[in-house]
């Protein structure tokens, strides 16, 4: 992507939109535009930007070439037609789009492809939830070598998940006040994070039958998001064959003991603890991750799909 295309970042001074503008900046974007809503509009940043009120009249007035959304899904509803109307391309963080027919829904290792799809029809795609990503990120790689049976899972999320001002809660509580939560709409006897996972690694693996069961839990750390995954192969695949697997993975590094703390700040899904699953009748392996999910669980993967569609001819993921 050139470094002089025009970009926008709807939700700027957020928790997702600050990592957003600091990986462009690191990565030499030198024309970015900063949005949020109008009790931040007028506010000075680091790099010395003035944050603009996104609204309607100002992302479809042009002069962008791509923005990046990290609002909320009403929010993203109501203003994501007028950027497209401006005409821009968009990469859309929040739930709005992701399991619309006709919208791609893109982690750039797994199924960058799809991306493409939009230039010609809707201009937007949809960027994962923050656990579906390095998830998929594992299991593509293995569907790949062995097939996929059947996934368990079972997360450990940071609270910079919940954005900013969950973080600043829980820097502001006392330790022994730390406690796991379940902090999302509930559907049943699921919770909401629950089905997202399920229905959107069904989407971008393309395995619409894939059984998959998981269970999300917020946990009180910052930054950093980590799993639990058994998963159950077609074919047998043995440990040592599984981590060879994955140390070829684009986007996945291979560690011995992954950690929310040692993926923070990094732009890799660690993998690890990779072992049979003796609990299984068939071929079962389990195995533990962990990501930075403001970076490749938000940010860099929204930003990867924007080097996909603004330079296709040389794009790359790294």
Known sequence: MSRSARIGVVGATGAVGTVTLRLLRERGYENAR?????????????DGAVVEEATPGALAAGGLDLVLFSCGTSASRELVPHAVEGGALVV???SAYRLEDGY??????????RAFEAIETTRVVANPNCSTIPLTCVLK??????????VRLSTYQAVSGAGARRMERLQAEPVDEHDLEFDWTWEGDET???????????????????????????VPILVGHAQSVWVETEEPLSPEQAEAVLAGADGVRLVETPSP???????????????????????????????DNLVKGAALNALQIAELLLEPARATVR
């Open 92 to 94: 859309d963080k929040s």
């Open 261 to 291: 703390r040692e993926a923070a700040q990094t732009e890799d899904v660690l993998v690890g603890r990779i072992r049979p699953d003796r609990a299984a009748e068939g071929n079962g392996l389990v195995l533990f991750l962990a990501c």
């Open 104 to 113: 791609p829904l893109v982690v750039p290792e797994v199924n960058g492809d």
């Open 192 to 218: 909401e994070e629950e089905s997202k996972i399920r229905a959107e690694a069904r989407k971008i693996l393309e395995l619409p039958e894939l059984p998959i069961s998981a269970t999300t839990v917020r």
């Open 34 to 46: 900063a949005f949020a809503s109008k009790r931040s509009a007028g506010k000075q940043l680091e």
């Open 141 to 150: 790689p293995l569907h790949d070598a062995a097939g996929l049976r059947r």
